[in-house]
């Protein structure tokens, strides 16, 4: 069973940056789908950043140019970047996973039904 673990949240000044961490334990290897999504209060779960086992990435139309997700795979590590941030940006910050081991390759998705693993969120504050 994998689970995942977000951490780097905290308060920022409009504009600021701040990098996000998730690191994912148990049995990791095979193919995956790793992603970032938020939630702001009072609206649904989406999707912001998506990643493959072969490297491709996707972006909501709303964070793309200001956030880059990567991982650093020797220590199962996913991160999400984020500059410029916005006061719009506030919201919980949750890392989500899914690993699959039937030999074919799954594309990166922003869809949160793509996903089985999800960590405990981390909050995200950006003041003005």
């Known amino acids: 069973q994998v689970q995942l673990v977000e951490s780097g949240g905290g308060s920022v000044q409009s504009g600021g940056s701040l990098k996000l961490s998730c690191a994912a334990s148990g049995y990791t290897s095979g193919s995956y789908r790793m992603g970032w999504f938020r939630q702001a209060q009072g609206k649904e779960r989406e999707g912001i950043a998506s990643?493959?086992?072969?490297?491709?990435?996707g972006y909501a139309y709303s964070v793309k140019g200001r956030f880059a997700i990567s991982i650093n795979s020797a220590e199962n590590t996913l991160y999400l970047q984020m500059n410029s941030l916005q006061p719009e940006d506030t919201a919980i910050y949750y890392c989500?996973?899914?690993?699959?081991?039937?030999?074919?390759?799954?594309?990166?998705?922003?869809?949160?039904?793509?996903?089985?693993?999800w960590g405990q969120g981390t909050q995200v504050t950006v003041s003005t």
């Open positions: 990643l493959d086992s072969r490297g491709i990435t």
């Open positions: 989500a996973a899914r690993y699959y081991f039937d030999g074919y390759y799954y594309p990166q998705s922003l869809q949160t039904s793509a996903y089985n693993t």
